[in-house]
């Protein structure tokens, strides 16, 4: 069975940073495109950042360029997402994802998310 897990998510202050870590099962991260995704009260699903196959360059969206930084770790089997100078507007429960590659339709595997909240 096939399992993905967001750790990490909580309340930070604005300008703080936090780190999410995806711990996968049953699968390997190594095999697959993966990638972040946060949805944000009232809005869609939107990618942040993705690591395709073999050590393509790693995309980030416009909004967290910078900022966010994916990084996987083939040994434990995780990819995390490092996140500085957050902002209120990063509010959103954030989702790991594994699939065929870096668009959202093409992502197989899906963690349940976690809550990142930005506020003072």
């Known amino acids: 069975q096939v399992q993905l897990a967001e750790f990490g998510g909580g309340l930070v202050q604005p300008g703080g940073s936090l780190n999410l870590s995806c711990v996968a099962s049953?699968?390997?991260?190594?095999?697959?495109?993966v990638g972040w995704f946060r949805q944000a009260p009232g809005k869609d699903r939107d990618g942040i950042a993705c690591?395709?196959?073999?050590?393509?360059?790693?995309g980030y969206s416009d909004s967290v360029k910078g900022r966010f930084t994916l990084s996987r770790d083939n040994a434990k089997n995780t990819v995390s997402l490092q996140m500085n100078n957050l902002a209120p507007a990063d509010t959103a429960v954030y989702y790991c994802?594994?699939?065929?590659?870096?668009?959202?339709?093409?992502?197989?595997?899906w963690g349940e998310g976690a809550l990142v909240t930005v506020s003072s």
């Open positions: 690591l395709g196959f073999r050590d393509t360059p790693t």
């Open positions: 994802a594994a699939g065929s590659s870096c668009h959202t339709l093409a992502m197989r595997y």
């Open positions: 049953g699968v390997t991260l190594s095999d697959y495109a």
